[in-house]
């Protein structure tokens, strides 16, 4: 009893002793990864793989300095958005996939160089928020809009000022079908979203 007592006595005193710094981070996104589309209907995979849009994401981030090691968490909270489009060949139209999210990365890292550099990886927490959409004839049908995925990168911080880069993978699969009411035709995207991050913050 008393190995337990002193045990979470310790667990709470580098808890409190810990130094918490906030800051407000904004970043470009550059999709990465090359998803299918596919004619399920006809059994058809088509050879485009689409064109990516740069997104934006910002949001705010804690980094939690313990005590004694030169490790740190990194808790964060981002508004995320990037699109991706794709031309069915033969048709008048354009299909969008829209990523309106909320990410919730959960980062461990260590300090390289004291505040100066630190570099970092966990897992990340993703919803999106976009209703299915309508293009033309086509109804858009979402599967997945959770997804589970891993941030792994590293940060410079000068002052006040913060740099940092990171790649941004997903273990789970982003699928949708978009079907045509009228001729019964559904084209299917699949992707695994790859993202690399580049951004600034600013440290209070």
């Known amino acids: 009893m008393k190995q337990i007592f002193s045990s ?10 810990a130094q918490v710094k906030l800051a407000a981070k904004a970043n470009l996104l550059f999709k990465v990864d090359k998803p299918t589309w596919e004619n399920i209907t006809a059994a058809q995979t088509y050879g485009d793989n689409g064109k990516n849009n740069v997104g934006f994401n910002m949001g705010l981030s804690a980094k939690i300095d313990f005590p004694v090691t030169s490790f740190f968490l990194m808790p964060e909270i981002y508004y995320t958005t990037y699109k991706s489009e794709f031309d ?32 970092f990886a966990g897992p990340v927490a993703s919803y999106n928020l976009d209703k299915n959409d309508q293009f033309k004839d086509f109804t858009e049908d979402t599967k997945n809009k959770f997804l589970i995925g891993y941030q ?8 006040q000022l913060m740099f940092n880069a990171r790649y941004e993978g997903t273990f789970s699969q982003d699928q ?23 951004g600034l913050g600013y440290q209070f």
Do not use: C, H, M, W
């Not at 048709?91 to 390289?112: A, C, F, H, M």
């Not at 792994?152 to 002052?159: E, N, P, S």
């Open 176 to 198: 949708r079908d978009f079907i045509d009411k009228v001729t019964k035709t559904t084209v299917r995207y699949d992707s695994k979203p790859g993202l690399f991050i580049l």
């Open 8 to 17: 979470l006595l310790l667990v709470a005193a580098i808890s409190l002793s």
């Open 88 to 119: 069915i060949p033969g048709q008048n139209t354009t299909l969008e996939i829209k990523s309106n999210r909320i990410d919730i990365p959960v980062l461990v890292g260590y300090n390289v160089l004291g505040d100066l550099l630190g570099v």
């Open 152 to 159: 792994f990168g590293a940060q410079v911080v000068l002052k």
